[in-house]
């Protein structure tokens, strides 16, 4: 058979029958640009360092990118190794966690807030969320089980946070300066949001890890 008859057939097959893409390395990669995104706002919060808050708006196009390239992926993809649903899940929440961190900092530059010790806290525990995640899903692939604990270690952030927010509310609302008080209840409430889809992702990671057995 000539090598360009060969090619010809390659080239049919691959259309009936095109190649599984490896999602446990795209979700993985996704997941570790979204710790380079809260990262960046932890960063921001310790030292107000102004190019810490530039590279995490440069953060979200790399975000966007791997988002759509992994949406595309499952779109075209004919047979995946985990429930497509799932996926789908992973891919969402996962990128509403930058676009919650985004929101943080564009908000904290728009109402001229600097960080307190209450969004400081936050962000730091967020970080421990986002890194146990991203260690789940860098096993998830081969070993389901082994990513069982860092999901639990993500939900069990996600449960500090709120207890934060909490305090945090609790605390800002003592005084009688209204205007700051709603200003900065809005940056609690994003960081709060962000923390709520560490858990969502955390479940997707658990059901994934239950599915595959």
Do not use: W
């Amino acid at each position: 058979m000539s090598n360009q008859k060969s090619s010809a057939i390659s080239r049919i097959l691959h259309r009936i029958f095109p190649k599984t893409a490896d999602f446990y390395l795209l979700l993985h990669e996704q997941c570790r640009q979204v710790c380079v995104t809260v990262d960046n706002l932890a960063r921001f919060m310790a030292t107000e360092c102004v190019a810490a808050g530039e590279m995490l708006k440069e953060d979200e196009h790399e975000a966007d990118r791997l988002r759509m390239r992994n949406l595309h992926a499952l779109n075209s993809s004919f047979a995946t190794p985990m429930d497509r649903e799932d996926i789908y899940r992973a891919i969402a929440a996962l990128d509403s966690i930058v676009t919650y961190c985004k929101s943080t900092y564009n908000e904290m530059e728009a109402l001229h807030l600097a960080p307190d010790r209450h969004s400081l806290a936050m962000v730091e525990e967020l970080q421990i969320g986002i890194h146990a995640l991203e260690k789940g899903f860098a096993v998830l692939g081969k070993q389901p089980r082994g990513a069982e604990p860092h999901a639990f270690a993500a939900r069990h952030s996600e449960r500090r946070i709120e207890k934060m927010y909490r305090k945090a509310i609790a605390d800002l609302f003592q005084g009688n300066d209204y205007l700051n008080m709603f200003k900065q209840r809005e940056l609690y409430r994003h960081l709060s949001n962000a923390a709520d889809k560490v858990h969502d992702t955390a479940n997707v990671l658990e059901d994934i890890i239950v599915k595959l057995g």
